[in-house]
């Protein structure tokens, strides 16, 4: 097979996530309903119309994206990204301020909230020659994840890795099986969890990483509603970045590459021979000299090793088997 071949290979793999959240909480709008209807004036259909076109504003309203890719593993099907590419930090303090008030003297409950909503965003190749229209439709139709975080973190089909590993792990065959076939219409196929390699690498090997930095936006969808609260409005292509590995030590859960990487990286697959051998980070940052409360990026990208993605996915895959049999 060719390098072009491989390279067209991994596209099939790797997935352009958008997470959606609330700019209004929940706690926030059951506070605009009470204050709302408290008025008299408010309480006929007209007003109540008007408080639910207020409130729709607010839907899904603050987005982040990142990478991810498909991984098979057992026969179940698996999307493998960085933590905090799907942890909602947002609702996480919302979340802990109403626990504080409620309960002042309760303890700080882990970081395990991610976004309600997790899109796929279309590719270029997805909306030429054909009906935007109907393409749109059927991309709606071919699923998204939603109200992933609803519930208890105990029986969810997720995973969060500790912060420093940095991994979060989605299982798609127990309540997401319209975004499997969705994700096969579409071209995709999940790769085997044997090409995640957990050996170390050595410095000088020679990497890549394919993912969707914001140079990999090439266009917007004009959405109306309700389109735009449950897609993604941007259309992207696959950005490739090639380097090697700078630093690595058998005792850390990570290691350094000189490989330029931007904000939506994060969470792509590292690729040497083959072999996805971790997972991107993010990159360093160091305070600037003379204003040491402004930080600024240097071109390395930190990667999580490939063993501790098998290691958190066989955390998911324990787990779920524990709370619903294998």
């Given at each position: 097979m060719?390098?072009?071949d ?13 997470c ?18 408290e008025?008299?004036?408010?309480h006929?259909i007209e ?14 309203n603050?987005?982040?994206?990142g990478t ?12 493998i990204t960085?933590?905090?590419v799907?942890?909602?930090?947002r609702?996480?303090?919302?979340n ?10 309760s ?6 909230c991610v976004?309600k ?20 439709n ?5 699923g ?14 997720y995973?969060?890795?500790?912060e420093?590993l940095?991994?979060g792990i989605?299982q ?7 975004v499997?076939?969705?994700?096969k ?5 999940p ?12 410095e ?12 990999s936006?090439?266009?917007?969808l ?9 897609m993604?409005?941007a259309v992207?292509e696959h950005v ?5 590995v ?20 994060s969470g ?14 993010g990159?360093?940052?160091?305070p600037i ?23 958190t ?14």
């Amino acid at each position: 097979m060719n390098i072009i071949d491989s390279l067209h290979d991994w596209k099939k793999s790797v997935i352009h996530l958008e997470c959606a959240t609330d700019s209004v909480d929940v706690f926030q709008r059951f506070d605009l309903i009470s204050q709302f209807r408290e008025s008299s004036e408010n309480h006929n259909i007209e007003g109540e119309r008007r408080l639910s076109d207020e409130l729709e504003q607010f839907r899904n309203n603050i987005r982040s994206q990142g990478t991810a890719f498909y991984i098979e593993h057992n026969n179940k099907h698996y999307i493998i990204t960085a933590r905090h590419v799907l942890f909602d930090e947002r609702q996480y303090l919302a979340n802990e301020r109403e626990q504080q008030n409620s309960f002042p003297d309760s303890s700080p409950r882990e970081k395990t909230c991610v976004f309600k909503e997790i899109y796929r965003v279309p590719s270029l190749s997805e909306l030429s020659n054909c009906n935007a229209h109907d393409r749109i439709n059927e991309i709606i139709h071919s699923g998204f994840l939603s109200l992933v975080s609803s519930g208890a973190y105990e029986l969810s089909t997720y995973i969060l890795s500790q912060e420093e590993l940095d991994i979060g792990i989605i299982q798609l065959d127990r309540y997401y099986p319209n975004v499997i076939q969705g994700l096969k219409k579409f071209g995709f196929i999940p790769l085997p969890s044997s090409v995640i390699s957990e050996e170390d690498f050595g410095e000088g090997h020679d990497v890549f990483t394919v993912g969707f930095p914001g140079s990999s936006i090439v266009g917007q969808l004009d959405l109306c509603n309700p389109y735009r609260q449950w897609m993604s409005s941007a259309v992207s292509e696959h950005v490739y970045t090639w380097g090697r590995v700078a630093m690595n030590h058998n005792d850390l859960p990570s290691f350094w590459c000189d490989m330029t990487i931007y904000p939506g990286n994060s969470g792509g697959p590292v690729i040497h021979d083959g072999k996805i051998i971790g997972l991107v980070s993010g990159q360093p940052t160091i305070p600037i000299e003379g204003s040491p409360e402004l930080r600024t990026r240097i071109p390395f990208a930190h990667i999580i090793k490939g063993r501790h993605i098998m290691n958190t996915l066989r955390a998911l895959e324990e787990k779920i088997a524990n709370n619903y049999g294998s």
